[in-house]
C-alpha cells in the first residue's frame, strides 16, 4: 500500500510491502506491534525497538504520536483519499474563504450548512456521490456560508459551484 504522509510540514511517501517499508525510495524492514489494551505501538525499525504513543487527531487521516517524550502531528493519506483531496483543492493553504465547487461529477446527496452559518477550515459542508461512493468536500478556510448553490438531489457537473463562504 502506497500513502503520503505529512510530518513536521514535509510530505513523505511510505509504501508498505509486507515487512518491507520504503519511505521516499530507502527501505526498511518494519514490524509493529500492539500492546494490547493500550494505545502503545512497539515499532521496530531496522532493529532498533521504539514505543509510540498513539492517538487520533481532528480529522480521519490525522494522528498524533508520541515518541521518546516528543510529541508529533501526522497526517496519513492512502492514495485515493490523496487523489480527492487533491480534486476538491484541500491540500492547498487558502488565504482566505474559498468557494467550494465540485471536484467532479456526481449527486449531492446531503448539505450540512446554510447561509449565515460559520465553518471552520476541515469542516464537512456537502456530501457529493461520485462513482458509487459518498464523499465529504469540506472547506478550505475558515468563514461564514454567504450562499447554497444546489440542493440534496441535485446533479452537478466538476467545477460547479456548490456553496460560497465570506
Known amino acids: 500500500m502506497k500513502y503520503f504522509v505529512t510530518l513536521r510540514g514535509e510530505e513523505h511517501v511510505v509504501e508498505i ?5 520504503t519511505i521516499d525510495g530507502e527501505s526498511t ?13 512497539l ?9 509510540v504513543l498513539v492517538a487520533l487527531g481532528a ?17 496519513a493519506l492512502n492514495e485515493r483519499a490523496k487523489v480527492i483531496r487533491d480534486m476538491a483543492g484541500l491540500s492547498a493553504k487558502a488565504a482566505g474563504p474559498a468557494p467550494l465547487v465540485a ?6 446527496v446531503r448539505i450540512n450548512v446554510g447561509p449565515g ?4 477550515a476541515g469542516q464537512g459542508l456537502v ?4 462513482m458509487k461512493m459518498e464523499n465529504e468536500l469540506r472547506a478550505s478556510a475558515s468563514g461564514t456560508v454567504k450562499s447554497v448553490h444546489v440542493s440534496p438531489g441535485s446533479t452537478v457537473e466538476k467545477g460547479a459551484l456548490l456553496v460560497e463562504l465570506e
Do not use: C
Not at 510491502?17 to 517499508?21: F, I, M, P, S, Y
Not at 456530501?127 to 461520485?130: H, L
Open 43 to 51: 515499532l521496530t525499525v531496522g532493529g532498533r525497538v521504539h514505543r
Open 103 to 108: 471536484p467532479m461529477p456526481g449527486l449531492i
Open 17 to 21: 510491502d509486507g515487512r518491507t517499508v
Open 117 to 120: 452559518d460559520p465553518v471552520r
Open 59 to 75: 480529522s480521519r487521516s490525522s494522528y498524533q504520536l508520541s515518541v521518546a517524550g516528543y510529541r508529533f502531528d501526522a497526517e
Open 127 to 130: 456530501i457529493m456521490e461520485a
Open 29 to 41: 524492514n518494519v514490524t509493529l506491534e500492539n500492546l494490547p489494551g493500550t494505545p502503545v505501538k
